[in-house]
Nanobody, 118 residues
Framework: VQLVESGGGLVQPGGSLRLSCAAS????????INWVRQAPGKGPEWVSC???????????YYADPVKGRFTISRTNVKNTVYLQMNNLEFGDTAVYYC?????????WGQGTQVTVAS
């Protein structure tokens, strides 16, 4: 199982970024993929989930702090999950990880840094 995030960077408040999570090693459409972030000095915070399309048709779920600003999507053709982040705020600064529960194990990617600064 491999999860590889990309797309992070430095952006001003109000700006946008699109994160990508490329997945391999499992049947992509059968599993939920989550985005989790960790800000400096804080614990991990769940951000969003793309539920398994082969199980329930696929759904999108969001933590309250990002509702209305972030959009999660996935493409089974490329085995990739995206997180479109708009109207970014200082509080969104964190390392963003995609995460998977697979066969009793938890898998995270290496993370991608998002920094919101003026």
């Amino acid at each position: 199982v491999q999860l590889v995030e990309s797309g992070g960077g430095l952006v001003q408040p109000g700006g946008s970024l699109r994160l990508s999570c490329a997945a391999s090693g499992f049947t992509f459409g059968n599993y939920d993929i989550n985005w989790v972030r960790q800000a400096p000095g804080k614990g991990p915070e769940w951000v969003s989930c793309s539920s398994a399309p082969n199980r329930d048709g696929g759904g999108a779920y969001y933590a309250d702090p990002v509702k209305g600003r972030f959009t999660i999507s996935r493409t089974n053709v490329k085995n990739t999950v995206y997180l479109q982040m708009n109207n970014l705020e200082f509080g969104d600064t964190a390392v963003y990880y995609c995460a998977l529960r697979f066969r009793g194990g938890r898998y995270w990617g290496q993370g991608t840094q998002v920094t919101v600064a003026s």
